[in-house]
Every structure is written in structure tokens, then in C-alpha cells.
């Protein structure tokens, strides 16, 4: 019940292209789902992050959407570009839970 | 803002040595801070979690006297690898909680261990 899914496992990308991150999780008592970007030798950074009272959140080229009925929450990133390349976290957590969730992680590689 | 910074960025030792590697919030209190070992191609995989003051608490698995974690300030926690084998060669990247609950993670650059 701990687990967050995520899937595709790597993603192939051409430049300009759309990419799409999809996660699932079981846990009702999360309410704070955030992504995180790595790439080589580097820790992860925060990339977006949403809570479940809204369906949608949107920051430059990148888009979270939620959907809290189903326990899915999906990562966009509209105009792909080679510098995207990295590999995306997606995590979950609850409110006093403190101890983070993380997803398999998806390595996203666009192509040029 | 929310800056940590983890250092070595990198380090190799002997075999049978230990090896520090320091967690540090430069910007903000981090009550509780927590530190992961990622493998190749791997997801995070969280050991143990640091909170200022008190004993760390350890994931199942985890020998505790193998990794040593002092968190002795508001802003810095230490992970000490005694003993150090080349199995234990790894990336270890902490994290430091933001000061409200349940806000994100800020993570170190984390530290590539090499034991030879």
C-alpha cells in the first residue's frame, strides 16, 4: 500500500515531442505528490509538485495531472528538448508521514 | 533558497576505513533530514532517517552500526561508513525536509563512494 508505480521504465523522445510520465499510488493518505528531475551523478531536484485539491498544475513546459478518483497523477513535458534528458522521480508523501514514496523512475532520453 | 549541500562529491578509500560524508542546510533549519543509496539505474533507496538531537531511526535492513548517523544541529547531519567494503561503493545522497510539514524534499549532489 507504500508503493508508487511508474511507468514507462525509459522513454524515447523526438525533439519537440511530448512526453508522458504516468504514476499510481494506494495510498488515500497521501496528499502531496511531487516529481523530481535527476540527472547523472546529481541528486534530484524538485521539479513540480501537486496537492489533491486540484486536478491540474501547469509550470512553463511541464504539467502535473491528477486524478484523485483513480489514484493517478501523470508527469507532461510539452516541446521535449535534448537537455530534458534525465531521469524523472515521481514521489508521494502524507501530511505528518514525513517519509517520502518514490517511484521506479522513468530515464527520459529526447532525441536531437 | 533551500540549498543542501553534501560533500565529498566524490571519494575513494581502502578497504577496512571509514569514510564521512557531511549533510549541510545552508539556508534553512532541517529538523529532519534522511539519507538514501541509489544504485545504477536505480530508484532512491531510503536508510535512514536523521532528526536533530536524537537517535537516527533505521530502514529495516540497514545495519546501524555500519552507518553512523550523527545529526547534531539544525542544519547539519553526518553519515559515517565504518568499516567500508566494496560493497558498500555506492551514490548515498541526503535530503533535508523544508521547515513547514510535508513540504518537499531538497536534496545534496550527493556523494560517489568508491572502496577498493
Known amino acids: 500500500q507504500q508503493q508508487v508505480k511508474q511507468s514507462p521504465q525509459s522513454l524515447i523522445v523526438q525533439k519537440g515531442g511530448i512526453s508522458i510520465i504516468n504514476c499510481a499510488y494506494e495510498n488515500t493518505a497521501f496528499d502531496y505528490f511531487p516529481w523530481y528531475q535527476q540527472f547523472p551523478g546529481k541528486g534530484p531536484a524538485l521539479l513540480i509538485a501537486?496537492?489533491?485539491?486540484?486536478s491540474e498544475k501547469k509550470e512553463g513546459r511541464f504539467t502535473i495531472s491528477f486524478n484523485k478518483s483513480a489514484k493517478q497523477f501523470s508527469l507532461h513535458i510539452m516541446d521535449s528538448q535534448p537537455g530534458d534528458s534525465a531521469t524523472y522521480f515521481c514521489a508521494a508523501s502524507a501530511t505528518g508521514g514525513f517519509k517520502t514514496i518514490f517511484g521506479a523512475g522513468t530515464r527520459l532520453f529526447v532525441k536531437a | 533558497g533551500a540549498v543542501v549541500s553534501q560533500h565529498p562529491s566524490r571519494v575513494i578509500c581502502k578497504s577496512g576505513t571509514s569514510v564521512k560524508i557531511e549533510c549541510r542546510s545552508l539556508?534553512?533549519?532541517?529538523?529532519?533530514m534522511f539519507w538514501y543509496r541509489q544504485f545504477p539505474k536505480q530508484s532512491l533507496m531510503l536508510m535512514a532517517t536523521s532528526n536533530e538531537g536524537s537517535k537516527a531511526t533505521y530502514e529495516q535492513g540497514v545495519e546501524k552500526d555500519k552507518f553512523l548517523i550523527n545529526h547534531a544541529s539544525l542544519t547539519l547531519s553526518t553519515l559515517t561508513v565504518t568499516s567500508a567494503h566494496p560493497e558498500d561503493s555506492s551514490f548515498y545522497i541526503c535530503?533535508?525536509?523544508?521547515?513547514?510539514?510535508?513540504?518537499?524534499?531538497?536534496f545534496g549532489n550527493g556523494t560517489r563512494l568508491t572502496v577498493t
Open positions: 501537486i496537492r489533491p485539491d486540484v
Open positions: 535530503s533535508a525536509l523544508g521547515e513547514l510539514d510535508n513540504s518537499p524534499l531538497h
Open positions: 539556508d534553512f533549519q532541517a529538523t529532519t
